[in-house]
């Protein structure tokens, strides 16, 4: 039996999505990744910190002591971040803006309140859409950064996950769209439905 993915609150504050394998800590004002307590937090090969003010990550066997299965870290739109520092990684892979290494990615919006046009589930469907298209946005930045994922075993072990998260995520998007139109030929006449972003496939080639 499958079981579907789903997000949960975990760290501080942070959203772990258990279909993409990411944890998401955008938008705060962190000057610090938060590590689990007690124990280990696994399945979780990325974290996204994009808008925050980290200063510093924990150092890599801390990292990887508590987050055994990560691969990626994300800490663009750290103004403060230390580039010194990054050096010091080898086994986990940190996106930075670094080195005039800046790339093109928008904030992640939180859940807004509801409204007429937008009920709670609306905004959770845009907010969780908004996840996804980070995720594979991501993939797209670290394509652009790193041109050596055949040298590297830690980038094709990303390479492999990201290449599984995006057949995942089009696949979602096939099924939403298909049983959308179902619904939509099957009552024209009745209740609401709760309006769902449209999400398009993505290239998987490196």
Known sequence: MII???VFDCLDNCECDTEDEVVHCHNGDRTELALPHGQRLRGFPVIGLTYNNIVRLPDEATLLSKFPDLKVIDVERNPNFDCDSLSDYDRVKIVSDCFK???????????????????LSCQAARHYAKLHEYVLHLWEILKQKYNDFDMDATLRQVQEFFKEVVRRVNQFSTDVQVNLKKATQKSDESEEVTPMPELRPVDTEA
Do not use: A, L
């Not at 790339?103 to 939180?110: D, F, G, L, T």
């Open 101 to 119: 290494n800046v790339s093109e990615i928008s904030r992640v919006p939180r859940i807004f309140r509801p409204t007429r046009e937008c009920d």
């Open 4 to 6: 579907p993915g789903y």
